[in-house]
């Protein structure tokens, strides 16, 4: 057919909108590392709390194990947990 388009390549529109592999894994990388210096960042009375750990355990074995699709609902888990520390060490 003389006025058929040549089809796009998965690659190229996938990479124009969601960036290449290694661009996704760094920014997800720089999001755990930031989300783990601001639990470290709560203090003493975070520590003894539960979530602390289950914090902990989100944002290291957990997104270690996630494949990269579901990484990020991982790290949104950990933040919102971050968020709800937060409040209770801020209120004590």
Do not use: C
């Not at 944002?59 to 991982?74: E, S, T």
């Amino acid at each position: 057919m003389p006025h058929r388009r040549p089809p796009a390549t998965t690659a190229n529109a996938s990479s124009a909108t969601h960036g290449d592999f290694r661009q996704r894994y760094d920014a997800m990388e720089a999001r755990r590392e930031a989300l783990i210096a601001r639990l470290r960042s709560l203090g003493g009375t975070a520590v003894s709390h539960p979530g602390y750990k289950r914090a902990l355990t989100l944002l290291n074995d957990k997104f270690r194990k996630a494949k990269l699709a579901q990484r990020l609902a991982v790290l949104e888990a950990a933040a919102w947990l971050i968020d709800i520390l937060e409040r209770l060490t801020i209120g004590l």
